[in-house]
């Protein structure tokens, strides 16, 4: 697999989103890895809504958080997802408008991705953009650069964020991971979060997974 390789530039990734003062990440790590299964699996790249699953995934808790994981299991039992133009996102919790006939993208299922960093390389060149967890401590205080957080400041097994992997590469013999954020993109380096990639920095590793689409 190459030493280098960027989903944004295989049209898989919608532009960078702002989830505002919502604790809904998780809905933007599972819409950001479903938006690119979805490109690569039909040739279509839609902006999927967060709104549909903040209102009405039951299984998770809006803006006080939820888990990519629990997401897939919750659009499975909707039915699917709407576009962001269909059901668009406002950062508040509200009564579900979910609107079946509106569905544009189903899903088959999920899956587990391995913890080693090498074979989460391989699967991302592979398969996609991949929704992950992380402890984002040392995200609010990035301005830049590859991230490598010290292990105290930032605990790999007390993930606290939901964000996406869309690529990976070497910078000065450092190798990175290209992770999208969703808040803004003012934050980091055009909205994008780069960071160590090889020794489980903030548990990156730990929580990866996919849904697999139709
Ligand atoms: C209050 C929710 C905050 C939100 C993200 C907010 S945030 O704004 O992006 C942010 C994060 C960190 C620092 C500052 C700001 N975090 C989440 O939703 C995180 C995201 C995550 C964590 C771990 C692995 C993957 C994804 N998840 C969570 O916060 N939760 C996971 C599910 C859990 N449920 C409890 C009851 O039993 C069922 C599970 C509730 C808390």
Not at 61 to 83: D, W
Not at 161 to 168: A, E, Q, R, S, T
Request: charged residues 20%.
């Amino acid at each position: 697999f190459p030493n280098s390789w960027d989903w944004r530039d295989h049209n898989a990734v919608t532009p960078v989103k702002n989830q505002g003062s919502c604790g809904s990440c998780w809905a933007f790590s599972t819409t950001g890895n479903i938006e690119g299964q979805w490109a690569l699996t039909n040739k279509k790249l839609y902006s999927l809504s967060e709104q549909e699953l903040v209102d009405c995934d039951k299984i998770d808790e809006g803006c006080n958080g939820g888990l990519p994981s629990q997401a897939y299991e919750a659009i499975m039992k909707l039915g699917g997802l709407e576009t962001e133009k269909d059901y668009k996102y406002d950062g508040h919790d509200e009564k579900c408008t979910f609107n079946k006939t509106k569905v544009v993208v189903t899903l088959q299922g999920a899956v587990n991705i391995s913890q080693n960093e090498t074979e989460m390389a391989v699967w991302l060149y592979k398969n996609g953009p991949i929704s992950i967890g992380i402890n984002a401590f040392a995200m609010q205080f990035y301005f830049g650069g590859i991230a490598h957080p010290w292990k105290i400041f930032c605990d790999p097994s007390s993930l606290d964020h939901g964000v996406l992997i869309v690529g990976y590469g070497v910078e000065k013999g450092e190798p990175f991971w290209i992770i999208k954020n969703s808040w803004g993109a003012d934050w980091g380096r055009e909205g994008y979060y780069y960071v160590y990639r090889g020794d489980g920095t903030c548990g990156l590793n730990t929580m990866c997974t996919s849904a697999t689409v139709t």
